[in-house]
């Protein structure tokens, strides 16, 4: 067999394993959030930060969802890394953003986050600061789901179904997790343009 066929039936593999009734969870607790004027921060390094960018685009094209993510701001961002380290910088965008217990964090990650392998802290602080606040916490993980998963229900965890390939997996459903989520009735309150043309 091929790489790419054993790629996509791994892929088919991962379709058929997730659970649809967390995305329905998530779908309930993003309607829930726009009803209260809740804003959604979408939070990820690497290929997650990249999902952000994309997602807060289309939550508050799509579905009107007041949305932001700290990577969009480099100059802010490397400015909080060099001043004040890695670990805080997110934490500390989110707390001159004024988050609060009516706000969501969205987190793209491949581990979830320890602080015992000192591994996506950065995340694992902003996470912290939304359990403390009892703010809403949702995501999209691999492997385990780490630290995401252990702090909130509302977490799809992208299973291991090859060990080599953990990373473009569990990116590649973030993807098509945040769609379907935009995409869900509960969420979409905009045509989008393709879907409009005839």
């Given at each position: 067999m091929s790489f790419s066929q054993s790629y996509l039936d791994q892929t088919s593999q991962i379709a058929n394993s997730l659970d649809s009734e967390i995305i329905e969870n998530i779908a309930k607790g993003l309607a829930s959030l726009r009803k209260r004027n809740g804003r959604l921060f979408f939070i990820g390094s690497?290929?997650?930060?990249?999902?952000?960018?994309?997602?807060?685009?289309?939550?508050r094209k799509i579905?009107?969802?007041?949305?932001?993510?700290p990577t969009d701001n480099v100059s802010e961002l490397t400015a909080r890394?060099?001043?004040?380290?890695?670990?805080?910088?997110?934490?500390n965008w989110l707390k001159v953003s004024r988050f609060n217990s009516n706000d969501?964090?969205?987190v793209f990650s491949v581990g979830g986050g320890s602080l015992e392998k000192n591994i996506s802290v950065n995340l694992v602080e902003?996470?912290?600061?939304a359990k403390?606040?009892?703010?809403?916490?949702?995501?999209?993980?691999?492997?385990?789901g780490g630290f995401v998963k252990?702090?909130?229900?509302?977490?799809?965890?992208?299973?291991?179904?090859?060990d080599k390939l953990i990373t473009p997996?569990?990116?590649?459903?973030?993807?098509?997790v945040w769609h379907a989520l935009v995409s869900h009735p509960a969420i979409t309150e905009n045509e989008m343009k393709w879907e409009s043309t005839k």
């Open positions: 690497g290929g997650g930060a990249g999902h952000a960018s994309h997602a807060v685009n289309d939550f579905a009107n969802i007041e949305c932001y993510t890394i060099n001043d004040d380290g890695w670990d805080t910088s997110y934490s969501g964090i969205f902003c996470i912290k600061m403390d606040m009892g703010s809403s916490i949702f995501g999209v993980v691999g492997k385990n252990e702090s909130s229900d509302d977490v799809v965890v992208i299973p291991t179904i090859d997996h569990t990116e590649g459903w973030q993807a098509v």
